[in-house]
């Protein structure tokens, strides 16, 4: 008589990304710190160059670990990814190398000449930021001309016959009810509509208060994704929504990614949890120090830590955790919230009552906002320092990490 084995069950997909991956799906990846706009809720602080910037040199290293890891793509971003002067070879480097590329931008590159060069590429995404679907929502978060300059990119990239691009908005209280209209841009340019959430990371934290979202406004945007989300990108943005329906209702990864699918490097090669979590407290090591970027993924403490099982906490009790599983480890941390309590805009309303308290709230590990705050855009003809050394008795050089980046 014979007898056969039953195969292993397989496990979840859930279970596995809860526990880690050998590799990130993907990888959001700052490459420079230095942005022509300083948008007040900007997550990295960004404005001003950082020195200790990694060289190209170092970037195709990074980008020849992830092919030998298999990272699908990087999401690359900023500050303004585009302004380094390497940015473009450092993108045909990786799509050489089998690593897509999808990278976010004020459009303030993003002529008709490299409109036709990304058109031509199959491994680039483009991802055009805007946070108002007219010039005065828009621009009073990301400064004077800013809606002009996004609009100006996607126009180029539609004439030039560049496919499915993205328009990403971050949500806030002064644009929720612009959804139609964002959609409304999309359509006309050919384009994606990506919402994500406000977090209350970098210069964020300082606005989250009167920027987020309002509760009446969390359902309204709720029945809008319901009701209108399909082909609408959210990643896993909103999944602190789902307790106002069914588990499942809404599209994406209701499962904080931190150190077991996603995570962050930054331009000096930081390798942090989340790109919300630009924090001591969420630094998992760096490439350069740390023996390269697998070592730091595979076997650091921190993501070690978050990689094991989590305790519910306070919202063990709560009949809607599997849907939300307690919220973003990353609003909670900097509005000062318990990591193992509700996420501060708890639709069940468990947030309101400790954000009235008294909370100490971290501050980001970096500010690299230029002197003097928030700016308009620099404009795209720009006059060049002139060279020649310093005149004896002059005035002092500028720095590097305070001139224009563009």
Partial sequence: MSTSLSPAPVPRLVDQFEHGLDAPICLTWELTYACNLSCVHCLSSSG??????????????????????????????????????????????????????KFSTNGVKITPTVAAKLAASDYVDVQISLDGATAQVNDAVRGPGSFAMAIRALENLSEAGFTDAKISVVVTRHNVDQLDEFKALADRYGATLRITRLRPSGRGADVWDELHPTAAQQVQLYDWLVARGEGILTGDSFFHLSGLGQPGA??????????????????????????????????????????????????????????????????????????????????????????????????????????????????PSGDHSRAGGRKAPVPLTLLTRPPGPRVAGGPAPKTLCNESPV
């Fill in 48 to 101: 001003k160059r950082d020195p200790r910037e990694l060289s190209t040199q170092q970037c195709k290293d990074i980008i020849d670990e992830l092919e030998r890891m298999q990272v699908f793509y990087v999401n690359i971003g900023g500050g303004e990814p585009t302004v380094r002067s390497d940015f473009w070879e450092l993108v045909d480097y990786a799509t050489e190398h089998h690593v897509g590329v």
């Fill in 250 to 363: 809404l599209a994406g990864l209701n499962l904080c990614g931190a150190g077991r699918v996603v995570c962050l490097i930054d331009p000096v090669g930081d390798v942090y949890a989340c790109p919300f979590a630009i924090h001591d407290r969420f630094l998992a090591g760096n490439i350069l120090s740390d023996s390269g970027f697998q070592n730091v993924w595979q076997n650091s403490k921190l993501f070690r830590e978050l990689r094991e099982p989590q305790s519910a906490g306070a919202c063990g009790s709560c009949d809607h955790y599997d849907g939300c599983r307690g919220g973003c480890m990353a609003a909670k941390f900097f509005t000062g919230l318990p990591m193992d309590g509700p996420d501060p805009e708890c639709v069940q309303g468990y947030g309101e009552p400790a954000l009235a308290l008294e909370r100490s709230k971290p501050k």
